[in-house]
């Protein structure tokens, strides 16, 4: 995994914008695939590389499967972007 993983994941607007639908709480697959206007096997394919990446779990219920976000990992490359930028009064 890494950070090239979840770079890579990011990359995609498709997958920032599953993302910004699982900030608001776990969907299944099936809502997810609802609000996109691309085939089930292309938003599966990104929930794949999206898991590859460990930004997002799923977890089976019944016949369904529902996606979360896996905030730890966010949480991660935040604390590295901040460190990457540096302390604002270092600047000059």
Not at 25 to 38: N, Q, T
Not at 57 to 67: P, S
């Amino acid at each position: 995994m890494g950070i090239q993983n979840t770079l890579k994941a990011l990359s995609d607007p498709t997958r920032r914008e599953i993302l910004n639908l699982l900030k608001k709480g776990r969907l299944s697959a099936g809502e997810i695939v609802e609000k996109f206007p691309v085939t089930g096997a292309s938003i599966s394919r990104h929930l794949s590389v999206l898991k590859d990446a460990d930004l997002i779990r799923d977890k089976r219920e019944g016949k369904f499967i529902y996606y979360e976000l896996n905030t730890s990992v966010l949480e991660e490359i935040m604390l590295w972007l901040g460190d990457l930028k540096g302390d604002n009064n270092e600047i000059q």
